[in-house]
């Protein structure tokens, strides 16, 4: 076959209009246009956000779609075609560097978001996300608003948990640290709250929870556990971001020797997070061993009392150090 200039440009077309058959218009002939159970349509300051998601190059960073392997990972519910109902540009994102944000909305308060937003390190001390406070306070709140409406229906049902949790651990807050520590356990389930730390904190286990404090824990909790870290110093609008402030656990030594046991109160609130506080739950990102090694290393570093290797106890585990005999060995 001889190959003259005419037939390159005739197959070239060719292969152009073939491949935008098949990329642009199949698609568009087969996209449906009706919403699903959970989309609704944003409101003004919602729409305002997005755009300013879609300006600030926020999609190179975060998708917006649930996937059938992101079942492992936690999610609640595949996405949908209809989710995507009038949106324009559709904002689904190629990367993961960030987390997913399609079932974002009110995961955490509006709190949690505004320090995030004024410096990422403030709430996620690895985060490699770029700050945007050169945005100013006005179109954080934008952008806030934009997160919070992300799962539609479903985010308004978790933001009304929010607040209705949230109006509540201020009012045990302001009420004072003793009050403020018994409303919290209050809401521990009773089992987890006699429950101890089944593995010893002995020195591997401690620096082991050094490690997790240092990665998740210290940029709301403070190097010296006392709520005091630069989550907790963020201030918005002229005052904290976050509020009711990170726990400070120096405070707990009082309630917690009297009650005894400690452990699973921690891995309680570490596992599910506290819903009303900036608190995030961890189930997803740590492991079971992880969770434990990190209240044992509160208990001991901030707290100065653990209650591991106390009764009930059960076979210890097969990888714990030889010759342990299950004390305390802070």
């Known amino acids: 076959m001889k190959m003259t200039p005419a037939f390159l440009i005739l197959g070239g077309l060719l292969i152009f209009w073939t491949s935008t058959f098949i990329a642009v218009i199949l698609p568009a002939m087969t996209l449906g246009d009706e919403p699903s159970a959970i989309w609704r349509p944003r409101e003004a300051d919602e729409a305002r956000g997005a755009q300013l998601y879609i300006d600030n190059g926020c999609s190179y960073c975060h998708s917006q779609f649930g996937r059938t392997f992101d079942w492992g990972l936690g999610r609640q519910r595949v996405a949908e075609q209809g989710d995507y109902y009038a949106m324009q540009p559709v904002i689904l994102g190629t990367e993961r560097w960030g987390p997913d944000l399609q079932q974002a909305g009110g995961e955490h308060p509006d709190g949690w978001h505004h320090a995030h937003f004024l410096n990422p390190r403030n709430t996620r001390p690895l985060s490699l996300m770029p700050s945007w406070e050169f945005l100013g306070e006005k179109n954080i709140e934008a952008l806030t608003r934009y997160v919070q409406s992300n799962w539609g229906t479903l985010a308004d ?174």
């Not at 963020?234 to 030594?253: D, E, K, Q, S, V």
């Not at 509160?298 to 150090?321: H, K, M, N, Q, W």
Request: aromatic residues 14%.
């Open 157 to 330: 049902e978790r933001m009304a948990r929010q607040r209705h949790w949230e109006t509540q651990f201020v009012a045990a807050y302001e009420s004072g640290a003793d009050a403020n520590v018994a409303f919290l356990h209050a809401n521990v389930p009773p089992t987890w709250r006699a429950m101890p730390n089944p593995y010893p904190a002995d020195e591997a286990a401690l620096q082991r929870g050094q490690l997790i404090y240092q990665w998740y824990c210290i940029a709301c909790h403070g190097e010296v556990g006392d709520g005091k870290g630069r989550g907790g110093l963020a201030t918005f609008r002229g005052r904290p971001a976050i509020y009711p402030p990170p726990m400070n656990f120096t405070t707990l030594r009082r309630n917690l020797i009297e009650d005894k046991y400690i452990g699973g109160i921690f891995y309680y609130q570490i596992m599910n997070g506290i819903t009303g506080t900036a608190m995030p739950y961890f189930k997803h990102e740590l492991t079971s061993e992880k969770i434990w090694d990190v209240s044992n290393y509160i208990a001991v570093r901030f707290v100065g009392y653990t209650d591991a290797g106390l009764e009930p106890r059960g076979i210890e585990a097969s990888y714990e150090s030889a010759g342990d005999d299950g004390e305390n060995k802070p």
